[in-house]
């Protein structure tokens, strides 16, 4: 089945002063799921984002979002009047009150949800008479939340919403977000949260110094990744297992283990082969998938 | 009903959505006529993706225990012989408790035990299987 893209992204390039913040980076994103953009601080999150954005232009490379390009700027203003994007900084204009920010945006927008304005003002229990400026964190990135999601768009792009959240207030975030995907929306969010993505993406995008270095889903890692410890009696030989294994088998004494991505019985049957006395299986969590990916050297992507 | 689900252990979150389903249609805690909340609202309870209750809830439909009305939420419906079924349960568990017995009396640990059965569910021993799925 041929699943309709919101973002994809060739070779999409952006140099700082010499400095790669996003390189080459080949991104696709699915409709109707919720898509975790994890990486480390640094890693290019938020310059990609910006680019999807048309907010910084790209120094080479080429990208679309819902199918416009993004560096045709009447293209990319059409695209982004369907989509509804959550800032790092959420800013606002901090003079207004909570209710004036809402009545000011949703002028702009006809189809303005305002059953669910209501329900997430509540929801939220933002403080309507509240000068925006002296909102806590917590109330802003809640407040920029509304906004974005009664404007009916078809995809909400996030960066990193939870940055700075209480657990409380990540939990009301998440549940906005999962929600907001029920009703159609999809959803694509930056974060280094690795618990928060677990949860509630289908999808997860993992990008390391500039470049996308894993593209699995949830399910996926749940099925097939495990990681899979050999005990050998004498010295263990030296395995390798190229295109089935993440990163290189690592030796401890009489004990190899090894991070499968697919394939896990046919790495067991070679081990077994090999003479390894005890053979351990365990399930691989997106935490041990995420710090095996970039604290490798190599940079082989898993795509 | 309530849902315990664990997002780090190695099985996806929809099947682990089926199988307390599954579970709590056996046992009778969720029984024939109730109803289970909507996609909506379940998956904004258990802070998960809605995709993953959409294909809990349809893969549990096509078992035939649960109808789907659009709008309304998943009705139980008790197509499959629960008493039979938690008596096979109990069955079961009857020949698990004698065989963890004999292997206690083997000398095994407890952790070996549940080390050998994890394994294995994961990958049972017939070569070339795939990994479990649940029935």
Redesign the interface.
């Known amino acids: 089945m041929m699943e309709s893209r919101v973002i994809e992204t060739h070779d999409l390039t952006k140099r700082y002063r010499g400095f790669e913040a996003v390189s080459n980076l080949n991104l696709r994103v699915g409709a109707?799921?919720?898509t975790g953009f994890l990486g480390r601080n640094g890693a290019g999150k938020s310059s990609t984002i910006k680019m999807l954005m048309g907010i910084s232009r790209a120094s080479s490379g080429s990208g679309t979002l819902l199918g416009r390009n993004i560096d045709d700027a009447a293209q990319s203003c059409e695209s982004r009047r369907h989509v509804a994007y959550v800032a790092e900084d959420k800013q606002t204009y901090g003079y207004l009150t909570v209710a004036e920010m809402i009545a000011f945006t949703r002028s702009f927008y006809a189809d303005w949800n305002v059953d669910m304005e209501r329900r997430l003002l509540k929801q939220f229990e933002l403080p309507p008479q509240r000068k925006v400026r002296v909102l806590s964190k917590g109330m802003r990135t809640k407040l920029a939340l509304l906004l974005a999601l009664a404007r009916r768009s078809r995809l909400l792009i996030l960066d990193e919403p939870s940055e700075g959240l209480d657990p409380v207030s990540i939990?009301e975030l998440?549940?906005a977000l999962?929600?907001a995907?029920?009703?159609g929306t999809t959803v694509f969010f930056s974060s280094h949260q690795i618990?928060e993505v677990?949860?509630?993406?289908?999808q997860v995008c993992i990008i390391d110094r500039g470049s996308l270095v894993a593209d699995t889903s949830?399910?996926q890692i749940?099925?097939?990744y495990?990681r899979i410890t050999f005990g050998f009696s004498t010295v263990p030989p030296r395995v390798d297992f190229p295109g089935e294994s993440i990163g290189v088998a690592r030796t401890d004494g009489r004990q190899v283990t090894v991070m499968a991505a697919r394939n896990?019985?046919a790495i067991?049957?070679r081990g077994h082969r090999l003479g390894a006395a005890s053979?351990?299986?365990?399930?691989?969590?997106?935490?041990e998938l995420f710090l095996a990916i970039v604290k490798e050297d190599s940079h082989d992507a898993l795509v | 009903m309530i849902f315990t689900l664990n997002?780090?252990?190695?099985?996806?979150?929809?099947l682990q959505v089926m199988q307390q389903v599954r579970h709590a249609i056996e046992t009778g805690v969720v029984q024939q006529g109730d109803v289970l909340p909507g996609?909506?609202t379940l998956?904004?309870q258990l802070?998960?993706?809605?995709?993953?209750v959409v294909k809990a809830y349809s893969e549990l439909e096509h078992e035939g225990l649960l109808e789907l009305r659009h709008g309304s939420g998943a009705y139980v419906s008790g197509r499959r012989a629960k008493k039979s079924r938690s008596d096979r349960f109990r069955l079961a568990q009857e020949r698990v408790r004698a065989l963890v017995d004999k292997l206690q009396r083997d000398g095994l640990s407890e952790e070996e035990i549940h080390?050998l059965v994890e394994?294995e569910l994961?990958?049972p021993a017939s070569?070339?299987?795939k990994?479990v799925r649940q029935q």
């Open positions: 109707g799921r919720i939990e998440l549940q999962v929600a995907a029920a009703d618990a677990e949860r509630v993406a289908d949830l399910d749940r099925q097939e495990r896990a019985e067991i049957e053979v351990e299986t365990t399930p691989v969590s997106l935490r | 997002p780090s252990s190695g099985q996806p979150l929809y996609v909506r998956s904004q802070v998960i993706s809605p995709n993953t080390r394994a994961f990958y070569a070339g299987s990994i």
